[in-house]
């Protein structure tokens, strides 16, 4: 189970990254006439992106092209939980729910003709249901005024009738995130969340709504250990989870947690050998992957619209 030529993560408070990123971590700058197009159209309807929020590695190379992808963020641009890895900012109590967003983000899919687009949200505890009811309209109106494009859901972690209320919706992918290992989720995640709660989250998604595949997310590079990261993908599987994505930690600013080491391709090369022999659909493992990535999407999208076929045949 251990990758080859691994060494072990770096302890103590002198073990964070310094220096320039490793050659593998950088990419080229944004920019075309895709890329614009979609950033115009974008801030012309006063949309959030998480592309953008969270100062995502592969915005460029997402928002360009005839098959684009975005991550459009609802329900307001500020979080009432305190992550520690997380670039969105954080209240106590975030702004009043617009009742015109939901409209406004099926009109803006539609205007971008996106093949496939992944809904997220802020944690909004703040909300009685949590902001389900307003992600579940989203939802709808992307089915009536752009019924070609793949939806997927990147949702809190939601529980007995808040998730019920957004999985009437009936997304095509259903992803909650993990995030880190299991040791280190109350050092990176708020403490409300949990490993135990955000598997339980996707057990009742596959069990409510079978037709969706599930999916999850992991970082590396925060001192997590190989056997960490494999009992992290089996119990994800063991719940029925489809796809998952492994990706390195990049900090954002001086105050949230610091990078423990860089974790080389070879590595994410041994997780995503690991993760197909233990029988996920697929598995999107490398330094630039994110929750919200093209290649996936594309695999994603392809098995959407075959259980589409199947089901109309």
């Not at 029988?279 to 999407?297: D, H, I, M, N, T």
Request: charged share 25%.
């Amino acid at each position: 189970m251990t990758p080859p030529d691994r060494q072990a993560p770096l302890e103590g408070p002198t073990a964070v990254a310094r220096g320039p990123k490793p050659a593998w971590l950088k990419v080229p700058l944004p920019g075309g006439e895709g890329f614009t197009k979609l950033k115009d159209l974008a801030r012309g309807l006063d949309l959030h992106t998480v592309c953008e929020e969270a100062r995502c590695p592969n915005i460029g190379e997402c928002w360009k092209g005839e098959h684009a992808t975005m991550t459009l963020m609802v329900l307001g641009d500020a979080c009432t939980r305190r992550c520690r890895f997380c670039a969105v900012k954080t209240v106590d109590r975030g702004a009043t729910p617009d009742p015109r967003e939901p409209a406004n983000v099926g009109r803006a899919v539609a205007q971008m003709n996106l093949g496939y687009v992944v809904i997220t949200s802020v944690d909004r505890d703040d909300l009685e249901d949590g902001g389900a009811a307003h992600y579940a309209a989203c939802v709808r109106e992307i089915r009536g005024q752009a019924p070609r494009t793949v939806v997927e859901t990147l949702i809190p972690d939601y529980q007995g009738s808040q998730l019920t209320t957004l999985l009437e919706a009936r997304p095509d992918v259903l992803s909650h995130n993990v995030e880190v290992v299991d040791r280190l989720q109350r050092k990176i995640r708020d403490p409300r969340c949990s490993f135990a709660r955000s598997l339980e989250t996707l057990a009742q998604a596959k069990q409510e709504l079978p037709s969706a595949f599930t999916k999850s997310s992991l970082m590396l590079g925060l001192g997590e250990t190989p056997a960490e990261v494999m009992d992290a993908l089996q119990r994800l599987r063991s719940v029925g989870v489809d796809f998952v994505t492994l990706g390195q930690y990049l900090r954002p600013t001086l105050q949230h947690a610091p990078v423990r080491e860089y974790v080389p391709p070879e590595v994410f090369e041994h997780y995503e050998r690991e993760g197909r022999a233990l029988g996920f659909a697929f598995v999107a493992s490398g330094p630039l992957v994110r929750s919200s990535y093209k290649a996936g999407e594309f695999f994603a999208a392809r098995l959407v619209r075959e259980r589409r076929s199947a089901s109309h045949s």
